[in-house]
């Protein structure tokens, strides 16, 4: 896949904001922090497309990106810790479903994992979740660069165990090398290829 432009469209909170249904849409998810911007700008070839930041929590949003004028890219708001009101939190998860489960343009999920974090109870229902909803996934280990490849693959497979999913179907991902990325376009490419 060539991406040759990529930009902004809207931010949106509810249904009412989201951006006309007319593109196949895949969509990111994943814990706060675990890299979903700087993997988004590193699929796009772009350096600040998608504002990244440390603090997690940062993204309260459902941000869409058109990608080639014929796809979007949906960046949606991090689950788990973030230093906000337990309120906020709790609208975030009601954001995040409301969209998964009505957006008819979705095509698919990239949920991504921190490789250096055993996934936990958040991570094995989301996916129970994706599967009863027959909601096509593929799963992202990111910060791959973290480990020596040796230490990377026992996390790999620990990864695969936790989740019940063979290792195969986990992509090691690092934004700053770059590895995993044409594996995980070509994994998207028939989901907006339709």
Not at 53 to 64: A, D, E, H, M
Not at 105 to 132: C, Y
């Amino acid at each position: 896949m060539i991406i040759r432009s990529a930009e902004f469209v809207k931010s949106a909170v509810k249904p009412s904001q989201y951006p006309e249904a007319a593109l196949p849409e895949v969509a990111f998810v994943g814990r706060s922090n675990v890299g979903k911007s700087s993997l988004i700008n590193t699929l796009l070839n772009r350096k600040r497309l998608v504002k990244t930041s440390s603090t997690p929590g940062r993204t309260q949003l459902i941000n869409f990106f058109n990608i080639n004028g014929t796809f979007t890219f949906v960046d949606l708001p991090g689950y788990g810790y973030a230093k906000v009101p337990k309120s906020v939190v709790k609208t975030w998860g009601d954001m995040i479903e409301t969209y998964l489960s009505t957006r008819q343009t979705l095509k698919g999920v990239v949920m991504l994992m921190d490789i250096r974090r055993t996934p936990g109870q958040d991570e094995t229902d989301l996916i129970g979740w994706f599967q009863h909803y027959h909601i096509p996934t593929c799963y992202v280990l990111t910060k791959a660069d973290k480990f020596s490849n040796q230490k990377r693959k026992v996390h790999h497979e620990h990864c695969g165990e936790t989740l019940g999913l063979p290792p195969s179907e986990l992509i090691c991902f690092s934004a700053k090398t770059r590895l995993g990325r044409e594996r995980l376009l070509d994994h998207i490419t028939p989901w907006i290829s339709e």
